[in-house]
């Protein structure tokens, strides 16, 4: 994505969207066989020569199709340029995500990582350890926590088992869109309501995140069953859950079963019948290759699917001032190019749109497209209401922790970005200072 190399984030840098060029979203050309010309054995040699990170990010900037001598040439241009300076820090990132992976799911990582760099002209070093080289999606930010890693990333779902603050997103129906989550994030006030608490907490400092809303994916046995309109149709069936609590409570309201599956067990669980079907949000069901054992997406909006970049605060805090500011200003960047590419990539790769045409992900595998009616939502979200009393405990443990009615300040905080405005059209603002 290097026509947003330059980005300055001001409100009319969301009309950069437009200049999406089709063969970066293309997803044949750019994920299935933009790495065919280099086979396992040249990409293991390069790796060997210039490491992982610096080979990953070369591979991620480039654009179409390309040979392993092309491969090479810009791997030995980015290790020259990386390795120029030494550097005062080298910090430990950790992902589940391959360039294929977040080429579908463009969380903004590779971009972080490239950009901070190079901020900092070399004081910083980042080495990446992707594909569950050290951490799987339940372990990241545990690891991170624990010091194994400096930055991790991973839902805040899957993370709030072991960082329950991270539970306070997950209110069901507070957030509408992808606008509203992209909003909050990029709000100062963002900094009181929740990422003070994430620090306090779990000595964590949130950097960006990718906003979807979760859905339910729906496995081949109900490829035949007439379309789904209400939530109620599905009333009784066993359903993959993350470890997000609210949205296991949400999850047996509605009736859906939710049943503890690990990631990376849940293709198997799909094909076996173990469980009805799954929640996540579109782009991990796509690039993470589930899309096979689905027949239908159910668009029930519920909770946020928020893959979050997180550093160790006591990381941030050993940086020199400058430096510190330089994560901040990166992780802006990352939060403003994942707004923009992944709602590109969400329509032009994933397909999540009436019927997906066949370029798409959901397309090619004939996923039927169920987007709920506003009153169907509105049935859900009655009968999924935070303000059940199946949720008073936790509203107690997070009251307890922020010394506020959390869901209340944040649900209007959120509310004041109207629900239909596209993501696109969030101001970017640093949220690290004042309003």
Request: aromatic fraction near 10%; charge should be negative.
């Amino acid at each position: 994505m290097k026509f947003l190399r330059n980005l300055r984030c001001d409100r009319e840098s969301a009309s950069i969207i437009d200049t999406l060029d089709e063969e970066d979203l293309d997803s044949g050309t750019s994920f299935k066989q933009k790495l065919a010309g280099v086979s396992r054995r040249d990409f293991n040699r390069l790796v060997g020569r210039y490491g992982m990170t610096t080979v990953l990010t070369a591979a991620a900037g480039m654009g179409g199709l390309f040979s392993a001598d092309a491969l090479a040439q810009t791997a030995n241009s980015a290790y020259e340029k990386r390795f120029k300076n030494e550097p005062k820090h080298v910090l430990k990132l950790g992902t589940i995500f391959n360039q294929r992976q977040h080429g579908i799911q463009r969380a903004g990582i590779w971009e972080f990582v490239t950009d901070l760099e190079e901020r900092t002209e070399g004081e910083i070093r980042v080495e990446m350890l992707d594909s569950n080289g050290v951490c799987a999606e339940t372990k990241c930010i545990q690891q991170t926590m624990q010091g194994i890693l400096d930055i991790g990333t991973s839902s805040t779902q899957n993370a709030a088992a072991v960082a329950p603050w991270l539970n306070a997103l997950d209110w069901p129906y507070m957030f509408q869109s992808h606008g509203q989550m992209y909003n909050f994030f990029f709000n100062p006030a963002s900094e009181r309501l929740f990422r003070e608490q994430y620090r306090k907490r779990h000595g964590m400092e949130f950097l960006f995140s990718l906003c979807e809303l979760r859905q339910l994916f729906m496995g081949l046995k109900w490829k035949d069953r007439e379309p789904v309109t209400s939530v109620t149709q599905l009333a009784g069936t066993k359903n993959r859950a993350t470890n997000t609590q609210l949205g296991r409570i949400a999850m047996q309201l509605m009736d859906l079963n939710p049943v503890p599956v690990a990631w990376v067990e849940v293709l198997d669980a799909m094909k076996s019948g173990l469980v009805d079907g799954m929640e996540t949000w579109p782009t991990a069901a796509t690039a993470f290759n589930i899309t096979p054992v689905v027949s239908k997406y159910v668009g029930i909006n519920f909770i946020p699917g928020t893959g979050h970049c997180g550093m160790r605060t006591s990381t941030f805090e050993k940086l020199e001032p400058h430096l510190q500011e330089a994560v901040l200003e990166s992780a802006f960047y990352a939060q403003a190019l994942t707004m923009l590419s992944n709602e590109a990539g969400l329509t032009k790769i994933s397909g999540q749109v009436p019927n997906p045409p066949a370029t798409t992900i959901f397309g090619e595998n004939g996923v039927e497209m169920n987007f709920l009616s506003e009153e169907a939502i509105a049935e859900a979200e009655e009968i999924a209401s935070p303000t059940r009393s199946e949720y008073d405990g936790w509203h107690e443990r997070l009251n307890k922790m922020a010394g506020f009615n959390v869901y209340e300040e944040m649900t209007a905080e959120v509310r004041k970005f109207p629900r239909d405005e596209l993501a696109i059209n969030v101001e970017p603002r640093r949220w690290w200072r004042s309003a």
